[in-house]
């Protein structure tokens, strides 16, 4: 399994970037994908993530109506459209792969739930 992330770079406050997740290698019939950020000091943490079954959603409080989920099913991609940004959105921005079980959907509490890693990019934001 091969995550690449991509679409990472300094932006201004208000700005946006439109992140990607290009993966390959699995053939899991349910599965979910997330991506998380990583603040220096700080734990990693869940943002949003779409689940391969119905294409449901799910986003953290601090992201919701800035951040949208997508993807590209023909191209194997995931995208992370960051509108607003702020600078305590500054981060390494991580996709990841989580299995599922039959119809069930993604999460981003638990970081251990995923499987299979990208190695992130680098998201900055000045203000």
């Known amino acids: 399994v091969q995550l690449v992330e991509s679409g990472g770079g300094l932006v201004q406050a208000g700005g946006s970037l439109r992140l990607s997740c290009s993966a390959s290698?699995?053939?899991?019939?349910?599965?979910?994908i997330g991506w998380f950020h990583q603040a220096p000091g700080k734990e990693r943490e869940g943002v949003s993530c779409?689940?391969?079954?119905?294409?449901?959603?799910y986003y953290a409080n601090s992201v919701k109506g800035r951040f949208t989920i997508s993807s590209d099913n023909a191209k194997n991609t995931v995208y992370l459209q960051m509108n607003n940004l702020k600078p305590e959105d500054t981060a390494v921005y991580y996709c990841?792969?989580?299995?599922?079980?039959?119809?069930?959907?993604?999460?981003?509490?638990?970081?251990?739930?995923?499987?299979?890693w990208g190695q992130g990019t680098q998201v900055t934001v000045s203000s």
């Open positions: 990841a792969v989580q299995i599922l079980g039959r119809d069930s959907r993604c999460q981003i509490i638990d970081t251990y739930e995923y499987d299979y």
């Open positions: 290698g699995f053939t899991f019939d349910d599965y979910g």
């Open positions: 779409i689940s391969s079954s119905d294409g449901s959603t």
